[in-house]
C-alpha cells in the first residue's frame, strides 16, 4: 500500500499518459490527421512509466509528452502544446479509477486496433413487455404536414478574416494569426473548405432561411449542435457557452418567439472537445445553455438538461420531440472509461419517456 500523496502522484502521472493518446486520439479523429501509429503511442506509453520509475516530475513529463507530439510533425507545436494543456487536467481526473495497459489505453484512444475490454454489465428494466408488432398505417395525402428546419454543425468561427492562409499548417486556419495567403490558399468572403463557417456566410443563410419560412412558413427548428469553432487546442469554457449563446441568438432573431426551436449538444460544445462528465460535472455547460433556451423549454425539460443535458417536449398532441445527449456515448469521451453504464441515467429515463408516450 502507498501513502495517499504517493497515490495521488502515481494517479497523475499515469493520467499524463492517458494525455499522449489523447494527442493522437484528438488530431487524429477530430482534426483528421494521423498524428501517432500504434507503435509510437506504445512506444511512448512505455517510456513515459520508465519516467514514473524514475521519479520524474510531472512538468518534466509533460515536456515528453508535448516533444513526442512535435517531433512526429503532424501538427503545429502550438497545436501539441494547447491539446495537452487542455486535456491533462481531465486525464488526471479520470486516470484514478482506470487500470489499463498500453496495448489498451492506445486502442480505447484509436490509434492502436481496439482491445477487447469486457464492460460491467448493465440491468435495464422495462416497464411492460413488448407489444405484438402492428405494421404503421401511411397517412392519407390530404393529412395536415408540419415544416421542420434541421441545422448541425455550424462550427461558427467568429474570428475568420477573408484574404487570411487558408492553408497555415493547423487544423483551422482563416485568422489573421495565420497571415495572407496566396491564391487559392487565401480565405475568400464566403468562407473556404479548410476553414470553418464565417458570418457573412452565417447571416446569408440566415436570410435565406428566414426568405423560404415567410413564404412557406418552418414550423420547428432542430438544432443538433456542434457550434464552437474546430480550434480544439486553444479553448476555454466561457468560448463554448458563448459559442451556443451566438447561434441561439442568431436563430432567436429569425424565428423570434412563434417557432419553438428544441437544441442538442454536440461533441464540440464540451471542454476539452468530447469530454462530459457525469453528473454534476457538466453543470458548467448545462446551466447557462438551459437559461439561453428557456423560452421553448418547459421546466420538466429545463429540469432534465440540467442534470444530464437531455430533454423530451410534447408541444402539441401525437408530436414529441426527444434530445439525448449522445456524448455520453462518445468513445472519445475519457469519462466513459471509469463509467459507462448510462452514467447520467439517460437511457433509462428514455425507456420511461418512450413507455409514457406508448401508453
Not at 428494466?125 to 390530404?142: D, M, Q, R
Request: with cysteine; hydrophobic share 40%; proline share 9%.
Amino acid at each position: 500500500r502507498f501513502p495517499r500523496g504517493v497515490i495521488i502522484i502515481i494517479m497523475a502521472r499515469f493520467a499524463l499518459i492517458l494525455a499522449l493518446c489523447a494527442v493522437a486520439a484528438v488530431v487524429a479523429t477530430v482534426l483528421g490527421a494521423p498524428v501517432l501509429t500504434c507503435d509510437k503511442c506504445k512506444v511512448g506509453v512505455v517510456t513515459l512509466r520508465l519516467m514514473i520509475e524514475k521519479n520524474a516530475s510531472i512538468s518534466e513529463i509533460e515536456q515528453v509528452i508535448t516533444a513526442l507530439c512535435i517531433a512526429d510533425k503532424k501538427e503545429d507545436a502550438n497545436v501539441c502544446k494547447g491539446i495537452i494543456a487542455e486535456f491533462g487536467p481531465v486525464a488526471i481526473d479520470v486516470i484514478g479509477d482506470v487500470v489499463l495497459n498500453e496495448a489498451e489505453i492506445c486502442g480505447a484512444m484509436g490509434v492502436c486496433p481496439p482491445v477487447n475490454i469486457t464492460p460491467p454489465p448493465t440491468n435495464m428494466t422495462f416497464p411492460k413487455p413488448k407489444p405484438p408488432h402492428v405494421p404503421p398505417t401511411p397517412p392519407s395525402p390530404t393529412t395536415p404536414k408540419k415544416v421542420i428546419l434541421h441545422i448541425s454543425d455550424v462550427h461558427m468561427d467568429p474570428l475568420y478574416v477573408a484574404g487570411m492562409n487558408a492553408n497555415c499548417g493547423e487544423p483551422l486556419c482563416c485568422r489573421a494569426s495565420n497571415g495572407k495567403g496566396n491564391g487559392t490558399n487565401a480565405a475568400g468572403p464566403w468562407g473556404h473548405y479548410n476553414c470553418d463557417l464565417n458570418t457573412p456566410m452565417w447571416k446569408s443563410m440566415l436570410s435565406h432561411i428566414q426568405a423560404v419560412s415567410n413564404t412557406t412558413g418552418i414550423d420547428y427548428v432542430v438544432w443538433t449542435g456542434d457550434n464552437p469553432p474546430h480550434d480544439v487546442w486553444n479553448q476555454t469554457k466561457e468560448g463554448q457557452i458563448s459559442a451556443t449563446q451566438y447561434v441561439t441568438d442568431s436563430l432567436k432573431a429569425v424565428f423570434g418567439k412563434n417557432t419553438p426551436i428544441y437544441g442538442a449538444l454536440g461533441n464540440h460544445e464540451g471542454y476539452p472537445v468530447n469530454i462530459f462528465a457525469p453528473p454534476p460535472g457538466t453543470e458548467w455547460l448545462y446551466m447557462p445553455v438551459s437559461q439561453q433556451w428557456a423560452q421553448w423549454l418547459p421546466e420538466e425539460a429545463r429540469l432534465t438538461f440540467e442534470f444530464g443535458g437531455y430533454y423530451t417536449v410534447s408541444p402539441e398532441k401525437g408530436l414529441r420531440f426527444i434530445s439525448l445527449n449522445m456524448n455520453y456515448c462518445n468513445s472519445g469521451n475519457f469519462w466513459l472509461y471509469v463509467n459507462e453504464n448510462d452514467p447520467a441515467g439517460e437511457l433509462e429515463w428514455m425507456v420511461k419517456v418512450l413507455q409514457q408516450a406508448e401508453d
